[in-house]
């Protein structure tokens, strides 16, 4: 047995003496491999960092330059704290040369590598492998006058570094070419400026001109009628069967179709307080930045179409009091950011009603709320909050179920309207109201006032009257 438990014990440290050995060999041969695939390629020109860096064999340029480039940004970046400083750097980093990039070798041969190209292509002629001793050398970029621009009927507009011997396939191809939602496209054109720029040759083309060669600064523009198929919907949200997106056509489906397609209004709808939101302002800003014709390199000012903008046009030629100035300003950003649309909607399903017909927009919201059936008091009264809604109950019958007034109450009770959020003084006995659904009322508090505050008010109104009797004193005295 112990004979048994010994040749056991032999052959499993022999074993592990053997695996060892493999392991160790294999460490061995993986290093000797990669000093065997060891080479140094040199960087230069215009690229965030120059100088010789080592490489693999098996290393073609596009993975070499990329790991080379986030390797020194995450180095110099780690620098710096500042959001700002970073966000500008990385900027700039990002902006080196894809194309045109020359590639020297030992044996004095030349090849010109076009990242770019071999990124939508994968055509390997434009990402070789790397051999000891290359040189890559980055040409300066400057999208300002060495460049090619392309707009229209493309996938992806673009403007893109110029390489001599650009051609339209080119153009098209870093454009994504031509988008295929265009049913015909009428022609492509390709604008030139003299040197001064001051004077422009346009040159049309045919889609098929694709041998067409491009000089820097030509601007390229794919032409075809502007396709109106688009992503049109509005929300419905709230009490009807199929709230969520409708699907409607351009200017021509109406709230009825709509209210319809959403499964038509639940019993517990509150009608009287439902609203359909439109804000132009924010529409006119989504349908600038969502123009296919756009240009999407240079900023452009859409100022045109912000709520500051838009009050100053308003008050240009306004002839109002500096008090109601500032209400204008709070209205005016109400209009802008929750503008509504005047509509019964108890009679939005009888066709031939003018709400039935309202035609409804892009981005429009549907808000159909839930029938609350409880008014809200709150302010100056003992127990505020929800109470039951009682149809034709006044102000005092809310108030007695509220606890009654608080000490500090102020002599005015205010109907804050649910829907258009409109004040009435119920105490005025010339304001005729009813609390509906879903309505408010607020009860404001007396600000308190100690013994200083009445000792100056009766100090200004005995000035005022001192002044007053002094100037009355002397008109009596020239007078005599």
Not at 141 to 166: H, I, M, S, T, W
Not at 203 to 225: C, M, Q, T, Y
Not at 462 to 472: E, F, M, R
């Amino acid at each position: 047995m112990k004979k048994k438990i010994f040749v056991f014990l032999s052959f499993l440290i022999f074993s592990v003496s053997i695996n060892a050995q493999d392991q160790t060999q294999g460490i061995n041969v993986s290093s000797n491999l990669a000093a065997l695939n060891a080479i140094s390629v040199t960087i230069g020109g215009d690229f965030i960092v120059t100088g010789t860096f080592p490489a693999s064999a098996t290393e073609r340029v596009d993975q070499f330059v990329t790991r080379i480039f986030n390797k020194a940004k995450v180095e110099i970046l780690s620098a710096y704290k500042s959001t700002s400083v970073i966000q500008g750097l990385t900027q700039k980093f990002e902006n080196y040369a894809k194309r045109g990039i020359e590639l020297h070798h030992k044996d004095g041969t030349k090849q010109i590598i076009d990242l770019v190209k071999f990124r939508l292509t994968a055509d390997f002629k434009n990402n070789p492998y790397l051999k000891n001793g290359d040189v890559l050398v980055f040409p300066p970029v400057d999208l300002e006058r060495n460049f090619v621009e392309v707009e229209g009927a493309v996938n992806k507009p673009v403007k893109f570094q110029y390489v001599d011997g650009d051609k339209l396939s080119d153009a098209l191809l870093f454009a994504g070419g031509i988008n295929k939602a265009y049913n015909k496209i009428e022609k492509i054109t390709v604008t030139r400026l003299n040197y001064d720029g001051e004077k422009e040759k346009i040159i049309e083309l045919s889609p098929d001109s694709l041998s067409f060669e491009l000089i820097r600064g030509d601007r390229v523009r794919v032409v075809a009628d502007e396709t109106e198929k688009r992503d049109f919907k509005v929300l419905v949200v709230g009490e009807v069967y199929k709230p969520g997106y409708i699907f409607i056509s351009k200017d021509s489906t109406t709230l009825s179709e709509v209210i319809k397609k959403a499964g038509g209004f639940k019993p517990t709808a509150d009608l009287t307080n439902a609203e359909l939101i439109r804000s132009p302002l924010s529409t006119a800003i989504y349908n600038a930045n969502n123009m296919p014709y756009q240009n999407r390199q240079r900023p452009f000012s859409l100022n045109l179409f912000d709520s500051k903008t838009d009050l100053l046009l308003m008050q240009r030629m306004a002839n109002i009091d500096p008090e109601d100035s500032l209400s204008f300003i709070t209205d005016n950003m109400l209009r802008n950011l929750h503008a509504l649309a005047s509509i019964d909607f108890k009679r939005v399903l009888d066709d031939n009603t003018p709400s039935a017909k309202f035609i409804v927009k892009d981005g429009d919201v549907i808000n159909i709320p839930a029938i609350s059936n409880m008014v809200y008091i709150y302010g100056q009264v003992m127990n505020p909050g929800f109470i039951k809604y009682k149809p034709g109950a006044d102000y005092d019958y809310y108030l007695s179920l509220a606890g009654g007034l608080g000490a500090r109450a102020k002599n005015e009770i205010y109907l804050i309207k649910s829907k258009s959020r409109a004040w009435i003084d119920m105490t005025d006995s010339d304001n005729k109201y009813t609390i509906e659904s879903g309505d408010f009322i607020w009860v404001p508090r007396s600000p308190y006032r100690n013994f200083d505050y009445y000792l100056k008010r009766v100090s200004i109104y005995t000035s005022i009257v001192g002044s007053i009797a002094t100037i009355l004193l002397l008109i009596n005295q020239l007078t005599k």
